[in-house]
């Protein structure tokens, strides 16, 4: 008896609490802006102005005329031009060959040089043109180079110095197709250090002479 007692009153209150919360549900309508009517400007949207590189103002640099390009100029064929024909006349000029080389029957003094170095290293060419020019190179009095052939390329040696004066000699040995004897000599130290540069030109038996003083 109890347990129906019981049983019915739970269902009494269940009914009574489910009735009082759908009593408390309201129903909610949402419409759309164009049903209520609502102005576009309700929430307005400010966009700042973006400033930048690319909002400065352009200015055209250059400015193109289709039509004055699309123009074609007139032609005038009896028209005589200016301009001057080019003309081309150039001539290498040699001492070789000179009617007045009689004048180098003589030896040439290629100067005096002073230096700490052991060695110096000697560099001569024929620097005019080549036409088998050759000499004979002689340090103190002895041959040091018997024959030597010059051509357009520098044909180098080495001379080991002795304390005091050295006196080198370059002795031509013929002129070669065409005279005198020519040659190009150029001395440094044993750093590399540029002495002197001195040229030549000798009928055949003469000499050039420098002179090198070892501190």
Avoid at 85 to 95: A, E, G, N, S
Avoid at 114 to 141: A, M
Avoid at 150 to 163: A, V, W
Avoid at 167 to 180: D, Q
Wanted: a neutral charge; proline letters at 3%; aromatic letters at 12%.
């Amino acid at each position: 008896m109890r347990y129906k007692l019981f049983l019915l009153i739970f269902t009494v209150l269940s009914y009574t609490s489910y009735s009082q919360q759908d009593s408390s549900v309201k129903t909610l309508i949402i419409k759309s802006l164009e049903d209520n009517e609502i102005p576009l400007n309700t929430f307005p949207v400010k966009v700042p102005l973006v400033r930048g590189l690319t909002n400065k103002l352009v200015i055209p640099f250059f400015s193109y005329n289709l039509d004055d390009a699309l123009k074609k100029p007139d032609l005038d064929i009896t028209n005589k031009t200016d301009l001057v024909t080019p003309t081309w006349d150039i001539k290498q000029t040699f001492k070789e060959g000179s009617t007045t080389s009689s004048k180098f029957r003589k030896d040439f003094y290629l100067g005096e040089l002073e230096t700490e170095s052991k060695y110096i290293i000697i560099k001569c060419r024929d620097h005019e043109y080549v036409d088998g020019d050759r000499i004979k190179l002689l340090l103190n009095n002895i041959v040091i180079q018997a024959n030597i052939t010059l051509t357009g390329s520098y044909y180098t040696i080495d001379i080991d110095l002795e304390e005091g004066y050295n006196n080198i000699e370059f002795v031509a040995l013929n002129e070669g197709e065409s005279s005198p004897n020519t040659a190009q000599l150029s001395v440094f130290d044993e750093n590399g250090v540029n002495l002197s540069n001195n040229k030549w030109l000798l009928r055949t038996g003469y000499k050039a002479r420098l002179v090198v003083f070892k501190k």
